[in-house]
């Protein structure tokens, strides 16, 4: 009973850290993306993600809770939050399934101050949903394995395939599970029937997806051969502390991992068939989707901690059993969670005090109080246009639904906002300005406007600093420095407002 008090209080504290500071930061490129399918009709959505890699199941979810509670950036981010309680109380039945209840109590624990799941509770996007049925999967799976396969499979079935429909690596974990079935030797025609049903309930999601690679393997072709680019083991290194947590979790893990396979080499520690095949369980969930990263980005740039969210449980429900197999004083154990619990916890507070995606709320705010009714603005890298309009000119982003992300620009372009076609960060005077659907219909006029002739009438020009050191912010300041004289207007953490005179 006090265990299940503990794991009340676990659901709470998750769920506080979940919505904490939600609104502090504004939406980022993808969370627009999110926004904006999600209000489109069924149509337009699936026409949209068809040019996108992505599957449609979370923005017709995303579109029915705005239908529901409102389109705004909070209640799509309270939608994401939503599953926070849903993961912790998976994580502690899957834990408790497979090892025992206090191994199920401290993986929910690790799971609720995950570093990298309360950000992903915090934004516009897939992942936190993506976790969950995939966690779900994995704990559907193992009552089919243990207990009742006949009860469970249309619940591993579903879990499965609304994953799959949410987020393609989600084909991942069926990757892990198979893996792991091979590796016990429990391959069984039921099993194969298993794959087949998910198979076929998942063709539609696997045309699209053939649709949209074809479209996309292309562009990605000139990226092959980049494993071994300079800087890209540091990025493996970045990403995979903040999948575990931080660099002390995951130096604990592979520290507490080597005790348990020499003291299993010198036989000084037993382990029952059960506790080994849940061991090696985990340990699939956990490494081979981070083995896989590592080895696709030859192809494709998928050594990203947001791609990885779905191996968190697995990463708390290893750590959690490692720490009370290895040390065995109930007392030791508790202080050792609570040493790698302290140690996330600098990383929880950077989270909360520190701005993550560009600042676009305040700049709209600064822009609606300083600029004129007819004053021209230019924003260069243009590729966060959205972002912007949602904060400045909430009219055109938010469009009747049968219209597309060509409607922005044109609403924007008849609004004076403007954003110059991207050229590798060169900004010259017979660069194209992309007007939208009105550059369409005509070709006289300031229809297809040049950035020379553009700058000429610009007021405002604001730059996204992606770094310190990102060369655009020289490039773009010196062109418009041949035109007009710049002003540094207003200095924001990852955004640079510039005054045209």
């Given at each position: 009973?006090?265990?299940?008090?503990?794991?009340?209080?676990?659901?709470?504290?998750?769920?506080?850290?979940?919505?904490s500071?939600i609104?502090?930061?504004?939406m980022?490129?993808d969370e627009?993306?999110?926004?904006?399918?999600a209000?489109?009709?069924?149509?337009?959505?699936i026409?949209?993600?068809?040019?996108?890699?992505?599957?449609?199941?979370?923005?017709?979810?995303?579109?029915?809770?705005?239908?529901?509670?409102?389109v705004?950036?909070?209640?799509g981010?309270?939608?994401?939050?939503?599953?926070?309680?849903i993961?912790?109380?998976?994580?502690?039945?899957?834990?408790?399934?497979?090892f025992?209840?206090k191994?199920?109590?401290?993986?929910?624990?690790?799971?609720?101050?995950?570093?990298?799941?309360?950000?992903q509770?915090?934004?516009?996007?897939?992942?936190s949903?993506?976790?969950?049925?995939?966690?779900?999967?994995?704990y559907?799976?193992?009552?089919?394995?243990?207990?009742?396969?006949?009860?469970?499979?249309?619940?591993?079935?579903?879990c499965t395939?609304?994953?799959?429909?949410?987020?393609?690596l989600?084909?991942?974990?069926?990757i892990?599970?198979?893996?792991?079935?091979?590796?016990?030797?429990?391959?069984?025609?039921?099993?194969?029937?298993?794959?087949?049903?998910?198979?076929?309930?998942?063709?539609?999601?696997?045309?699209?997806?053939?649709i949209?690679?074809?479209?996309?393997?292309?562009?990605?072709?000139?990226?092959?051969?980049k494993?071994f680019?300079?800087?890209?083991?540091?990025?493996?290194?970045?990403?995979?502390?903040?999948?575990?947590?931080?660099a002390?979790m995951l130096?604990?893990?592979?520290?507490?991992?080597?005790t348990?396979?020499?003291?299993?080499?010198?036989?000084?520690?037993n382990?029952?068939?059960?506790?080994?095949?849940?061991?090696?369980?985990?340990?699939?969930?956990v490494?081979?989707?981070?083995?896989?990263?590592?080895?696709?980005?030859?192809?494709?740039?998928?050594?990203h901690?947001?791609?990885?969210?779905?191996?968190v449980?697995?990463?708390?429900?290893l750590?959690?059993?490692?720490?009370?197999?290895?040390?065995?004083?109930?007392n030791?154990a508790?202080?050792?969670?609570?040493?790698?619990?302290?140690?996330?916890?600098?990383?929880?507070?950077?989270r909360?005090?520190?701005h993550?995606?560009?600042?676009?709320?305040?700049v709209?705010?600064?822009m609606?109080?300083n600029?004129?009714?007819?004053?021209?603005?230019?924003?260069?890298?243009?590729?966060?246009?959205?972002?912007?309009?949602?904060?400045?000119?909430?009219?055109?982003?938010?469009?009747?639904?049968?219209?597309?992300?060509?409607?922005?620009?044109?609403?924007?372009?008849r609004?004076?906002?403007f954003?110059?076609d991207w050229?590798?960060?060169?900004?010259?005077?017979d660069?194209?300005?992309?007007?939208?659907?009105?550059?369409?219909?005509?070709?006289?006029?300031?229809?297809?406007l040049?950035?020379g002739?553009?700058?000429?009438?610009?007021?405002?020009?604001?730059?996204?600093?992606?770094s310190?050191?990102?060369?655009?912010?020289d490039n773009?300041?010196s062109y418009?420095?041949?035109?007009?004289?710049?002003?540094?207007?207003?200095?924001?953490?990852?955004l640079?407002?510039?005054?045209?005179t």
């Amino acid at each position: 009973m006090r265990l299940r008090w503990a794991l009340l209080g676990i659901i709470m504290l998750g769920t506080f850290l979940s919505v904490s500071n939600i609104s502090s930061d504004s939406m980022w490129l993808d969370e627009g993306q999110s926004v904006f399918y999600a209000t489109r009709s069924f149509t337009n959505l699936i026409g949209h993600v068809l040019h996108e890699l992505q599957q449609p199941g979370y923005f017709i979810l995303l579109r029915g809770w705005f239908s529901v509670f409102g389109v705004s950036d909070l209640s799509g981010k309270l939608l994401s939050a939503a599953f926070c309680p849903i993961i912790i109380i998976l994580t502690y039945l899957l834990g408790k399934e497979l090892f025992s209840e206090k191994v199920g109590i401290s993986a929910a624990f690790f799971t609720a101050i995950s570093p990298l799941l309360i950000e992903q509770y915090q934004q516009v996007r897939d992942y936190s949903l993506f976790a969950a049925l995939c966690l779900a999967s994995f704990y559907f799976m193992v009552l089919m394995m243990k207990t009742d396969y006949k009860k469970y499979r249309w619940h591993h079935a579903v879990c499965t395939t609304c994953a799959l429909y949410t987020h393609d690596l989600a084909t991942w974990s069926i990757i892990c599970q198979n893996a792991w079935v091979i590796w016990r030797k429990r391959f069984s025609r039921k099993w194969l029937l298993q794959q087949v049903m998910v198979g076929f309930l998942f063709i539609p999601g696997a045309i699209l997806f053939a649709i949209q690679f074809l479209t996309f393997y292309p562009r990605q072709t000139e990226a092959m051969g980049k494993l071994f680019h300079e800087g890209f083991w540091s990025t493996v290194w970045a990403n995979i502390t903040q999948v575990f947590g931080n660099a002390i979790m995951l130096v604990s893990v592979f520290i507490l991992l080597a005790t348990i396979i020499v003291l299993r080499i010198r036989k000084k520690m037993n382990m029952e068939r059960k506790e080994e095949e849940s061991l090696q369980l985990v340990l699939t969930w956990v490494f081979v989707p981070l083995i896989l990263a590592i080895c696709l980005s030859v192809i494709w740039a998928l050594i990203h901690k947001r791609y990885l969210v779905f191996i968190v449980p697995g990463i708390s429900i290893l750590a959690s059993y490692l720490i009370f197999k290895v040390f065995t004083k109930r007392n030791i154990a508790i202080t050792a969670i609570f040493i790698l619990a302290v140690s996330m916890a600098f990383s929880i507070a950077d989270r909360f005090t520190q701005h993550w995606t560009p600042e676009w709320e305040e700049v709209a705010q600064f822009m609606h109080e300083n600029a004129g009714p007819n004053d021209t603005i230019i924003i260069y890298p243009g590729w966060e246009y959205a972002i912007f309009t949602y904060y400045m000119t909430p009219a055109c982003f938010l469009l009747p639904p049968e219209q597309g992300f060509p409607d922005i620009t044109t609403c924007n372009f008849r609004n004076n906002i403007f954003f110059p076609d991207w050229d590798e960060g060169r900004l010259w005077d017979d660069l194209r300005i992309d007007s939208g659907r009105d550059g369409l219909r005509t070709n006289s006029g300031e229809r297809f406007l040049t950035l020379g002739e553009l700058a000429e009438k610009a007021d405002w020009l604001i730059l996204i600093k992606y770094s310190d050191d990102y060369p655009i912010l020289d490039n773009a300041t010196s062109y418009f420095k041949t035109k007009k004289d710049v002003t540094e207007a207003r200095k924001f953490t990852s955004l640079i407002v510039y005054k045209l005179t």
